[in-house]
């Protein structure tokens, strides 16, 4: 295939992958607004699972279509990461009214078990051979039940008024629509892996660099999309969990591609090597860092602690460049 058609389609599929997602995240603020479904419900299964399609259907692809399983690790690490760094770049950018907003006390414990599933994945990586069960690592059925417990500690229902949003789209024309967006990104997620793919090969990328770039900036989008659309219309706490939701289901998705893997040569996806080490070590402290944020900013409205809440937002883009950076140079080397 002509290089020229690789870049033209990998550009094409992030461009439908942004416009779903600015649609995704206007119907999940009306169903927010005309349901009595919690905001964190909302966002964090909702939302998250759907606009964590593309990881899903990327790493299936990669683990038994591409056969790359350092694709995997990589996708998802790397999707975590550019999710909570553009996440604080948007509550830069919506300054204003990010003042105001105030954020449900539920994303503590869920930040918390993002940390969680963090330590379980460097268990898989520092431990792999011991936790090897056939083909697939002990750690990945961790990581589901842990989700499991997750969902039934989550908030289901608010006390909306269903008068919040104004739009002339009703509930039922909402979910429908919001349905139809969702069966069309998963076909743009499937074309994104073989993109992907290509464009590594092109430029001469390590498998698990290039997850974590090409498909993890990619992959990501949903979430980052549909989260400024929500940041747009004010609704920080959905947007909140749309983002964290979204990190914590992909992990489960670790446990399907490590499931799957056997169609790879019998190799799980916990592979270490230094892109998967460093990602582990900055998606940890990028999301410790939205959880001091997050008790912080719930504390207080003075305005020095805001500033200090506004200083700890950028750390997570800080980490994300830092990783690129290093990253980059470890290549070149």
Same mark, same amino acid.
């Given at each position: 295939?002509?290089?020229?058609?690789?870049?033209?389609?990998?550009?094409?599929?992030?461009?439908?992958?942004?416009?779903?997602?600015?649609?995704?995240?206007?119907?999940? /603020?009306?169903?927010?607004?005309?349901?009595?479904?919690?905001? @964190?419900? #909302?966002?964090?299964?909702?939302? %998250? +699972? $759907?606009?964590?399609?593309?990881?899903?259907?990327?790493?299936?692809?990669?683990?038994?279509?591409?056969?790359?399983?350092?694709?995997?690790?990589?996708?998802?690490?790397?999707?975590?990461?550019?999710?909570?760094?553009?996440?604080?770049?948007?509550?830069?950018?919506?300054?204003?009214?990010?003042?105001?907003?105030?954020?449900?006390?539920?994303?503590?414990?869920?930040?918390?078990?993002?940390?969680?599933?963090?330590?379980?994945?460097?268990?898989?990586?520092?431990?792999?051979?011991?936790?090897?069960?056939?083909?697939?690592?002990?750690?990945?059925?961790?990581?589901?039940?842990?989700?499991?417990?997750?969902?039934?500690?989550?908030?289901?229902?608010?006390?909306?008024?269903? /008068?919040?949003?104004?739009?002339?789209?009703?509930?039922?024309? @909402?979910? #429908?629509?919001?349905?139809?967006? %969702? +069966? $069309?990104?998963?076909?743009?997620?499937?074309?994104?892996?073989?993109?992907?793919?290509?464009?590594?090969?092109?430029?001469?990328?390590?498998?698990?660099?290039?997850?974590?770039?090409?498909?993890?900036?990619?992959?990501?989008?949903?979430?980052?999309?549909?989260?400024?659309?929500?940041?747009?219309?004010?609704?920080?706490?959905?947007?909140?969990?749309?983002?964290?939701?979204?990190?914590?289901?992909?992990?489960?998705?670790?446990?399907?591609?490590?499931?799957?893997?056997?169609?790879?040569?019998?190799?799980?996806?916990?592979?270490?090597?230094?892109?998967?080490?460093?990602?582990?070590?900055?998606?940890?402290?990028?999301?410790?860092?939205?959880?001091?944020?997050?008790?912080?900013?719930?504390?207080?409205?003075?305005?020095?602690?805001?500033?200090?809440?506004?200083?700890?937002?950028?750390?997570?883009? $800080?980490?994300?460049?830092?990783?690129?950076?290093?990253?980059?140079?470890?290549?070149?080397?």
């Amino acid at each position: 295939m002509p290089d020229a058609v690789v870049y033209i389609g990998y550009m094409l599929m992030v461009a439908l992958i942004v416009f779903l997602s600015m649609k995704l995240g206007k119907y999940v /603020d009306i169903i927010d607004a005309k349901s009595k479904i919690s905001g @964190a419900f #909302i966002g964090g299964v909702m939302l %998250a +699972a $759907v606009t964590s399609l593309p990881e899903l259907f990327t790493s299936l692809t990669a683990v038994w279509v591409v056969r790359e399983n350092e694709l995997v690790l990589g996708n998802i690490l790397g999707s975590d990461l550019v999710n909570l760094a553009f996440f604080g770049v948007m509550l830069l950018v919506f300054s204003r009214g990010f003042r105001k907003a105030r954020f449900s006390k539920f994303y503590y414990l869920a930040l918390s078990v993002a940390l969680g599933m963090y330590g379980l994945v460097a268990i898989g990586l520092y431990f792999a051979e011991y936790m090897r069960l056939t083909w697939y690592s002990a750690v990945s059925p961790v990581i589901l039940v842990l989700y499991i417990l997750f969902i039934q500690k989550m908030p289901k229902t608010s006390e909306s008024d269903g /008068d919040k949003c104004k739009d002339s789209l009703t509930l039922k024309q @909402a979910v #429908i629509r919001f349905c139809i967006c %969702a +069966a $069309v990104l998963i076909g743009a997620s499937i074309a994104m892996t073989y993109f992907s793919d290509l464009v590594s090969e092109m430029l001469g990328l390590g498998k698990t660099f290039a997850g974590a770039l090409l498909l993890g900036v990619a992959t990501s989008l949903p979430e980052l999309i549909s989260s400024v659309t929500l940041c747009f219309r004010g609704n920080f706490d959905t947007a909140a969990g749309n983002i964290i939701g979204s990190n914590i289901f992909n992990f489960t998705i670790l446990f399907v591609a490590d499931v799957f893997s056997f169609g790879s040569g019998a190799s799980n996806i916990y592979i270490p090597n230094l892109d998967s080490k460093f990602l582990l070590i900055f998606g940890a402290a990028a999301t410790l860092t939205t959880l001091v944020m997050m008790l912080a900013k719930n504390r207080t409205k003075h305005i020095g602690a805001f500033l200090g809440v506004q200083a700890a937002n950028a750390v997570p883009p $800080v980490l994300y460049v830092l990783y690129l950076l290093i990253t980059t140079a470890v290549i070149a080397i």
